[in-house]
């Protein structure tokens, strides 16, 4: 099989070094790809990934099997779509089905048709109502802003100041987009992970569950960012829970996208939140997210593509699973992300002496002149992968701090859920 991901960060440069790993796959691509998975032998093309003509002529032309959709956008603007049109087997939701993510309005009403846990909301179409609603709530509120936002346009409001200034952001200053609509919802108490599901013709998969850490700094505190680390699986969520994760929460929702007309095939991620009422909802999105995608796949068995092309051509399948073993992951970002953050810092002497048993995953990194250069806010994240936690974090702490990069910084406590509170809700 010849291969075609689609994107250029850590996310993509995991699913295309997984894909690698199988012997089924002669050949990976990746448009645009990055420096680090060119490190890795994956082919990098210079084709943005909005060219969806460029890329349908290259996948034609190359013979590529089937093409696999990192990032959110595409998937917005319909690449699935075009794709299929042009008569190419593409891995992901189509312009319809991707409304799960783009628009929060919409999967509040898919999951309120099927009666999925989640918060409770009201959707406001003007800054008028919405601001008389917040005049009236209580706080802390959940806004956010209705349709695609980078994953920017949610924000957790303490008070009423902050909700006001958020709205004005939203309907006036256009901060996240032009939408015209917010979602306001109640604030959920407990911890966080995120399930991912692969869903292909009449069969579901489920990966193992990971968790993520959004703020930027230790002690969950400072700004949410892309997320700063994860890790997985998460032993504080019981067979029982992920259970109804499946029964109440994902299958209901595909029964619901079905009835609806806009069946979902492709990567479904269930951003979840373990309240004292069990798991509900916080999101969906539609797509892998990053960085959960790093530590998940290195978890699974060298047969993952063959996994995907039995789901594109409707063939019973079955994800292996190493058992015994976690993964583990720290994301290293530059100096004032996710605001303004500095560039150009030399990333040789992480990159050039990186030792058995950790897995580099690029994003914010350029080649120039025989260097690796940062470039992003979020520049590479480093993997583990072991029998324990506690080795995991070792490994990549202590690489970390033995090559110590000027103009960086990363969290020190990603894992913390695992390492410092095995007592943990569920």
Request: glycine share 10%.
């Amino acid at each position: 099989m010849k291969i075609l991901v689609i994107g250029s960060g850590g996310r993509e440069h995991s699913l295309a070094l997984k894909f690698k790993q199988d012997a089924k796959v002669s050949e990976v691509y990746c448009a645009p790809g990055n420096p680090l998975m060119a490190k890795d032998g994956i082919h990098c093309l210079d084709i943005s990934m909005d060219d969806f003509p460029t890329l349908i002529d290259f996948a034609q032309k190359n013979n590529i099997s089937w093409t696999f959709v990192g990032p959110e956008i595409p998937l917005f603007n319909g690449i699935v779509d075009a794709f299929q049109a042009a008569g190419l087997q593409i891995f992901g939701p189509s312009q319809l089905a991707s409304r799960l993510e783009s628009s929060k309005h919409f999967a509040k009403e898919v999951m309120q048709a099927q009666d999925v846990p989640t918060a409770a909301y009201v959707a406001y179409n003007n800054l008028v109502q919405a601001q008389a609603a917040v005049k009236s709530a209580d706080f802390p509120l959940v806004i956010k802003a209705d349709g695609p936002a980078a994953g920017k346009g949610v924000k957790i409001v303490q008070d009423l100041a902050s909700a006001l200034d958020f709205l004005e952001e939203i309907f006036s200053d256009h901060c996240y987009g032009s939408q015209n609509e917010v979602v306001i919802e109640e604030y959920l108490e407990g911890v966080e992970f995120s399930c991912f599901s692969l869903i292909g013709k009449g069969q579901v998969l489920h990966l193992p569950l990971a968790q993520d850490h959004k703020r930027a700094y230790d002690h969950d505190l400072g700004p949410n960012t892309g997320g700063m680390g994860a890790y997985s699986p998460v032993p504080f969520v019981s067979q029982s829970v992920f259970n109804e994760v499946v029964n109440r929460i994902v299958e209901p929702v595909l029964k619901e996208m079905a009835a609806r007309d806009c069946p979902y095939y492709g990567v479904l991620y269930t951003g979840l939140i373990l309240t004292q009422e069990g798991p509900k909802v916080i999101e969906f999105n539609t797509r892998f997210g990053d960085p959960e995608t790093q530590v998940v796949l290195p978890l699974l068995g060298d047969n993952f593509a063959g996994v995907i092309d039995d789901l594109l051509h409707g063939r019973p399948s079955q994800l292996t699973v190493e058992a015994d073993q976690v993964s583990l992951g720290v994301v290293l970002a530059a100096e004032g992300y996710p605001g303004t953050y500095q560039k150009d810092m030399v990333l040789d002497k992480l990159i050039t002496k990186l030792p058995d048993g950790l897995q580099i995953y690029g994003a914010g990194v350029e080649l120039r002149e025989g260097h690796y250069e940062a470039m992003g806010g979020r520049i590479l994240m480093l993997v583990a992968k072991g029998s324990s936690y506690e080795i995991c974090r070792d490994q990549v702490y202590q690489f970390l701090g033995q090559h110590p990069i000027a103009g960086t910084f990363y969290r020190k406590d990603i894992g913390h859920w695992v390492l410092d509170k095995r007592e943990g809700v569920g």
